[in-house]
């Protein structure tokens, strides 16, 4: 059974990175099959996708959040990671890792961390 | 805002049918595989539905879903106290480039 967790800082300062690792076990998030993706959700609030990568290294990310995310892989720890750069309050939200499917659905997710951005 | 518009609310009678729609246009759901998902407060969402009807592991068949042109839809019977959540329904959008989700509908069993 895949398995993901995610780990990093939950208070991040306004303007500073927000940055966090998703750890993969029970198998490979890099497949022909999946992507490794992040979804966000603030406070009360739906889903929204944050971004994705494939195994051929390619990424895509959210067009609202482009300018602003990068997301990374170390397929050697089986973790992937985002990193999302001048935060404000407005990008507090609980930020979810999960295995995505190439014909666009979601499988298995981690637990979620919460992320704060405040002073 | 979400290009996915769910009703923000449903409720029924425990044994009842209810059903969730997914109202969307031609760059997400009519061209584009749906998924539904459920999500308790507190915890990640749960893939109920995946490629517009398929359920995923472990999911009864009181869920179903089905799609039709730019909307789709997701029906539970024999309604159940357990099944209190938000549902969401989900696809990706090729005009945006982008994967979206649906507003959220919660459900309450009376």
């Known amino acids: 059974q895949l398995q993901l967790q995610e780990s990093g800082p939950g208070l991040v300062k306004p303007s500073e990175t927000l940055s966090l690792t998703c750890t993969v076990s029970?198998?490979?998030?890099?497949?022909?099959?999946?992507?490794g993706s992040w979804v966000r959700q603030p406070p009360g609030k739906g889903l929204e996708w944050v971004g994705s990568f494939y195994y051929d290294g390619n990424t895509y990310y959210s067009p609202s959040l482009k300018s602003r995310v990068t997301i990374s892989v170390d397929t050697s720890k089986n973790q992937f990671s985002v990193k999302l750069n001048s935060v404000t309050a407005a990008d507090t939200a609980v930020y979810y890792c999960?295995?995505?499917?190439?014909?666009?659905?979601?499988?298995?997710w981690g637990q979620g961390t919460l992320v704060t951005v405040s002073s | 805002q979400s290009v996915l518009t769910q009703p923000p609310s449903i409720s029924a009678a425990p044994g009842q049918k209810v059903t969730i729609s997914c109202s969307g246009s031609s760059s997400n759901i009519e061209s584009m595989y749906l998924s539904w998902y459920r999500q308790v407060p507190g915890s990640a969402p749960q893939l109920l539905i995946y490629e517009n009807n398929k359920r995923f592991s472990g999911i009864p068949d009181r869920f179903s879903g089905s799609k039709s042109g730019t909307s789709a839809t997701l029906g539970i019977t024999g309604l159940q106290t357990g099944d209190e959540a938000i549902y969401y329904c989900?696809?990706?959008?090729?005009?945006?480039?982008?994967?979206?989700f649906g507003t959220g509908t919660k459900v309450t069993v009376l």
């Open positions: 999960t295995r995505h499917h190439t014909n666009s659905w979601f499988d298995y």
């Open positions: 989900g696809t990706w959008d090729y005009s945006l480039n982008a994967h979206v």
């Open positions: 029970g198998g490979s998030i890099s497949s022909s099959n999946y992507y």
